[in-house]
Nanobody, 115 residues
Framework: QVQLVESGGGLVQAGGSLRLSCAASGMIFSINTMAWYRQTPGKQRELVAAVTSGGITNYADSVKGRFAVSRDNTKNMIDLQMNSLKPEDTAVYYC?????????WGQGTQVTVSS
């Protein structure tokens, strides 16, 4: 089992910044991918940014140049720095862990960007 605890969501004006953090605990495999997804009502959950344990990153086109994902393997933590936020970034953001065919989700944290 892997537990994921997210923090850092909130309300921000357009153009502002927020930083999300996610801490993983439990049975962490050394080779894994951690990621941030987001979801709005009536839409599918979509990948925002991912980073492998080796440091390879992947971003959704909509956030490239504005968001930056990072991780600390010693602490099993992943952060998402979100800059130049837009109203369309409003969503519930979920932390995700994938390792050894296992897939876990955090409880989600709300990000609201006002125009």
């Amino acid at each position: 089992q892997v537990q994921l605890v997210e923090s850092g969501g909130g309300l921000v004006q357009a153009g502002g910044s927020l930083r999300l953090s996610c801490a993983a605990s439990g049975m962490i495999f050394s080779i894994n991918t951690m990621a941030w997804y987001r979801q709005t009502p009536g839409k599918q959950r979509e990948l925002v940014a991912a980073v492998t344990s080796g440091g390879i990153t992947n971003y959704a086109d909509s956030v490239k140049g504005r968001f930056a994902v990072s991780r600390d393997n010693t602490k099993n933590m992943i952060d998402l720095q979100m800059n130049s936020l837009k109203p369309e970034d409003t969503a519930v953001y979920y932390c995700n862990y994938r390792g050894s065919l296992l897939n876990y989700w955090g409880q989600g944290t709300q990000v609201t960007v006002s125009s």
